[in-house]
Antibody, heavy 117, light 107 residues
């Protein structure tokens, strides 16, 4: 069974930074692109980034470019997201997503990040 | 950026009725078009990928169609568990983008 479990969310100060992690199991992690998607409270979905199988190619959405770093550790089946210079609009549930043909076939339960101003 | 516009914003239907949800793209999406279902407090669930392929475990009452800039999700006969928010998503052009969602509510 595919499982994606995010961790690292919580309350963070405006201007600070966060590091989220995703523990993957139930599939061959090193063989798949992975992504991060977020959803602000009561709002729609925003695809933030994706990373290829060996981490050599990463794409970021313009709205967070320059503040975001996505990486992976295939030895530990884990995906990471670092986001800096946090703003109120970064408050959201952050999802770890397994890619299938440029969409997300499996999603974690999400981790809530709240940026306090 | 490819903007996806979903219509209608809300669809009020009764169980057993047919639901037709639309998504229009601001530019052509040659492939990699998907639909998701999201219920309150849950992560999105993939329903349809590559425009018309049902994801693993998705019932046959869900079907996707369309190409280019116009795509449709059809639920042939609504079950009680189908009342939720539905999102379209394109993966042909970076950044990947979602529509704003269509809420299917009980009439």
């Amino acid at each position: 069974e595919v499982q994606l479990v995010e961790s690292g969310g919580g309350l963070v100060q405006s201007g600070g930074s966060l590091r989220l992690s995703c523990a993957a199991s139930g599939f061959t992690f090193r063989s798949h692109w992975m992504s991060w998607v977020r959803q602000a409270p009561g709002k729609g979905l925003e695809w933030l980034a994706n990373i290829n199988q060996d981490g050599s190619a990463v794409h970021y959405v313009d709205s967070v470019k320059g503040r975001i770093t996505v990486s992976r550790d295939n030895a530990k089946n884990s995906l990471h997201l670092q986001l800096s210079s946090l703003r109120a609009e970064d408050t959201a549930v952050y999802y770890c997503v397994k890619d299938l043909l440029a969409c997300g076939d499996y999603w974690g339960q999400g981790t809530l990040v709240t940026v306090s101003t | 950026e490819t903007v996806l516009t979903q219509s209608p914003a809300t669809l009020s239907l009764s169980p057993g009725e047919r639901a037709t949800l639309s998504c229009r793209a601001s530019q052509s999406v040659p492939r990699y078009f998907a639909w998701y279902q999201q219920k309150p407090g849950q992560a999105p669930r993939l329903l349809i990928y590559d425009s018309s392929n049902r994801a693993t475990g998705i019932p046959a009452r869900f079907s996707g169609s369309g190409s280019g800039t116009d795509f449709t999700l059809t639920i042939s006969s609504l079950e009680p568990e189908d009342f939720a928010v539905y999102y379209c998503q394109q993966g042909s052009n970076w950044p990947r983008t979602f529509g704003q969602g269509t809420k299917v509510e009980i009439k």
